[in-house]
Each structure stands twice: as structure tokens, then as C-alpha cells.
């Protein structure tokens, strides 16, 4: 799966929509259409892993700025009280 991190989230989808454009076709054989089904999941799943590590990240991202922020309020204060000594 690592080899998807790369890929963008917008190609996914387009791929993801051209197999099931491509599964509409009545002309696939059996074994053409278990193979498009295969990567069909496939590429559903990226799509979810996808979104969860950007949900993740936005996370992370979130909490990392609430903490510098605490910690920034911390040191004006600090500053403060030392140039009011």
C-alpha cells in the first residue's frame, strides 16, 4: 500500500469511476470481469486509507497548533512577570 501514498486521491476516483464504467460493458468475459471487480475493491479501499490518514493528519495538525499556542500564552506570560519585577 505504500506504493499509494503517492497517488492522489482525485486519480483514485477517476480510476475507481473508469472500472465501473468499464464493468458496464457486456462484453468482458468472466475471467476480465473478476479481474476489474479485484481491482475495483482495491482501489475502494485506498480511497478509505486515503481519507482516514488525511482525517489523521488534519488531526495532528489541530492538536500541534493548540499546543504552540499554549505554549506561546506561557511565554508572554513568563515575560511578563519578569519585566514587571
Do not use: G, H, P
Not at 476480465?32 to 488525511?54: G, T
Not at 497548533?65 to 506570560?77: D, G, H, L, S, T
Amino acid at each position: 500500500m505504500k506504493y499509494f501514498a503517492r497517488v492522489k486521491l482525485k486519480a483514485l476516483k477517476e480510476t475507481l469511476s473508469f472500472y465501473r464504467w468499464k464493468l458496464r460493458d457486456k462484453s468482458l468475459t468472466e475471467k476480465e470481469r473478476s479481474k476489474f471487480l479485484k481491482a475495483l475493491k482495491l482501489i475502494e479501499k485506498c480511497i478509505s486509507e486515503k481519507k482516514e490518514s488525511e482525517e489523521k493528519r488534519k488531526r495532528f495538525i489541530a492538536y500541534d497548533n493548540e499546543v504552540v499556542f499554549q505554549r506561546m500564552e506561557a511565554v508572554r506570560e513568563d515575560i511578563k512577570n519578569v519585566s514587571n519585577i
